[in-house]
């Protein structure tokens, strides 16, 4: 059974970086799929922001592609993204995704990043 | 981006209803796409993809349709665990983009 679970501050100061982890148990992220994020801000939709390929592709949304790096280490079995420079737009509810085919079949719960000083 | 336009954008049926929710893409996408089921605090979960193919272990009551820009999710007989928020998502192309989402409620 694939589980991820995504793990890192829940609060983040304006201008700062917000790091998340995903760590993934049930499948090695080194055999195969993408390895996506998703964020959905409270109340609202859900947006792509990015995803790695088991063999270290990426693709980021055009929107966040200035501040946005999403990497693996695959001996710890989990991957990670980062965001630079947040502001208030960026609070959010953020999934990570095993992503077969480019749609994400094995979700996170979801960690809630609220930016705030 | 290729925008994704779901409609309605809410939906109240009753138990045992048949209901269809449509997304339309702003160009062609092929059959690239995706459908999701969310609950309140919880994951989407992925029910449909390539258009019309259940995901292991959802249920047939759930089926899709369409290629090209115009799709369907239609749920049969529902019950109470279906009145979710449903959601589209295209991969024809990067970057990959949502729709809106069709909140579906109980009558």
């Known amino acids: 059974q694939v589980q991820l679970q995504e793990s890192g501050p829940g609060l983040v100061k304006p201008s700062e970086t917000l790091s998340l982890i995903c760590t993934v148990s049930?499948?090695?992220?080194?055999?195969?799929?993408?390895w996506g994020w998703i964020r959905q801000p409270p109340g609202k939709g859900l947006e792509w922001i990015g995803s790695?390929?088991?063999?270290?592709?990426?693709h980021y949304n055009p929107s966040l592609e200035s501040r946005v790096t999403v990497s693996l280490d695959t001996s710890k079995n989990h991957f990670s993204l980062k965001l630079n420079s947040v502001t208030a737009a960026d609070t959010a509810v953020y999934y990570c995704a095993r992503v077969g085919l480019s749609v994400p079949d094995y979700w996170g719960q979801g960690t809630l990043v609220t930016v705030s000083s | 981006d290729i925008q994704m336009t779901q409609s309605p954008s809410s939906l109240s049926a009753s138990v045992g209803d048949r209901v269809t929710i449509t997304c339309r893409a702003s160009q062609g996408i092929n059959n690239y796409l995706a459908w999701f089921q969310q609950k309140p605090g919880k994951a989407p979960k992925s029910l449909i993809y390539a258009a019309s193919s259940l995901q292991s272990g959802v249920p047939s009551k759930f089926s899709g349709s369409g290629s090209g820009t115009d799709f369907t999710l239609t749920i049969s007989s529902l019950q109470p665990d279906d009145f979710a928020i449903y959601y589209c998502?295209?991969?024809?192309?990067?970057?990959?983009?949502f729709g809106q989402g069709t909140r579906l409620e109980i009558k």
């Open positions: 049930g499948y090695s992220i080194s055999s195969g799929y993408y």
């Open positions: 790695i390929h088991h063999i270290g592709s990426t």
């Open positions: 998502q295209q991969y024809n192309s990067y970057p990959i983009t």
